[in-house]
């Protein structure tokens, strides 16, 4: 099968099991996010595992984050209160605990890449709970709200393309050569104002939501989502790896695709959180 | 000054200050230990900034976990809502963005070991809040119930006060001799039972908690004290210094001070939710 078969079919089955996701219902959603913070801890341990003479957990780990996701949905819901934290920070007591018993080289390295990992891809993630998911009214059924979280891919996406259509067509200036000499300055703004326009789709199914703050949203999402990749290839950059993992073929791994949004969350979650909920 | 008036000297002054900002009110409260967790992070900063290539940003992350520990505060009294932890998360991106524009030797552990520290010292104080700080009923003025607070610590002080004196007179059997070569098992027994002892008059004090629950929080604190020593000993010992600062002239540094209670405070927390509050 040649590249551009291959890369396109991993596409179409990504995109489609995200959409399908993210709009069958709240459980879907849980489940989806929580199994792709799954395999970015996963892939982002196994980058890590030996950097700087370190040993750390994987599996347990990678489980530990998978967790905080799930306590997330589960108080955002409103299906637990704050007890649902406990089991987290009993976790993050193992953390420590288990490198007084291991003899490790570098149990300071161990402690470190462990936390960071957690915040950089389940505390990312865990965020989206807080987004879209909220406590129902009298039933069990907590209200769920997709359309911030279609939103954040759609503009994320979308970002991805006018920066590189445009890029390619008129890059001149660079963007950030020592991290990434193939971004462009023009591509930046191509891709801005791509989702600037987008916006105002979400806008017209959406009028809830002032015009204005769709703009706003967007100017946030576009931006940290360029920091987010800019981010994610420093990150590859000084591990000297090229692609995070291979698990979608032509893709590269799930960091290499998620690496906008982990920064493109937060600062949605900010932005709404400050401008539309209160 | 000699060694010994200058250790006592310090040590009731350290006693007195706590002692004071725990029981004036619950504003000297959340000061006292905000101010407490930021000289944990600035001593742990202190300790890390050269360590292995990194090149920490030591006033602006200090600044971030003091302001957790502020925005837990007002979280915990019911005085502000969830946006309260939106800066945070900014500061938390902030960290990670900042690295794009410095040419750092090694982003990574720049990363690390800053959220290292987070959730090492602010996490742990900020939990504090949780345990002591409740909302008002009608005014604004937060219900504080200073009890608990004081239990982990006197906990803390009688556990390492015991733990010395039974391990000087019959310490036999090594605790853990690779990290803390003078501490025994005799020692963990006679520390864990003089606080067992203790927390029974806690409980005559606040019978409103059944007895066995005191008796259980003893347990939990000595044991997570225990481990919040050694893991502090083990960081130490990886760093290759003695103490970890030497603000507390004869004492050390503040997270020689703290290490016990950055362990027992979680566990306390735990505890609590776990069986007094539901």
Not at 217 to 232: K, M, N, P, Q, S
Request: proline share 3%; charged share 10%; net charge positive.
């Amino acid at each position: 099968m040649n590249n551009f078969i291959k890369r396109t079919l991993t596409g179409i089955i990504f995109v489609g099991v995200l959409l399908g996701g993210i709009f069958y219902n709240v459980y879907s959603f849980a489940a989806l996010f929580c199994i792709i913070t799954g395999l970015a801890l996963w892939e982002f341990y196994g980058l890590l595992k030996h950097y700087e003479n370190a040993t750390l957990h994987r599996i347990i780990s990678t489980l530990g984050g998978m967790y905080l996701f799930f306590a997330c949905f589960l108080k955002a819901s409103g299906l637990a209160d704050s007890l649902t934290f406990l089991p987290y920070i009993l976790f993050l007591m193992y953390i420590f605990i288990h490198e007084l018993y291991t003899k490790a080289a570098n149990p300071i390295n161990n402690w470190a890449f462990t936390l960071l990992a957690q915040i950089y891809c389940a505390g990312s993630f865990s965020l989206l709970n807080f987004i879209a998911v909220h406590p129902g009214n009298s039933t069990n059924m907590p209200l769920y709200t997709p359309l911030f979280i279609l939103a954040i891919f759609v503009f994320v996406w979308l970002n991805d393309t006018g920066a590189f259509l445009v890029g390619s067509a008129f890059g001149k200036r660079k963007l950030f050569e020592r991290i990434s000499p193939k971004k462009s300055w023009e591509g930046f703004w191509g891709g801005l104002v791509i989702v600037l326009i987008a916006s105002q789709g979400f806008a017209w199914y959406a009028p809830e939501i002032n015009r204005l703050h769709w703009l706003g949203l967007a100017v946030a999402i576009v931006l940290f989502a360029t920091w987010g990749d800019l981010t994610e290839s420093l990150l590859k950059r000084t591990l000297g790896v090229k692609d995070s993992g291979n698990i979608l073929p032509g893709h590269g791994g799930i960091l290499d695709r998620f690496d906008s949004v982990l920064m493109a969350s937060p600062a949605a979650y900010c932005y709404l959180e400050f401008f539309i909920r209160n």
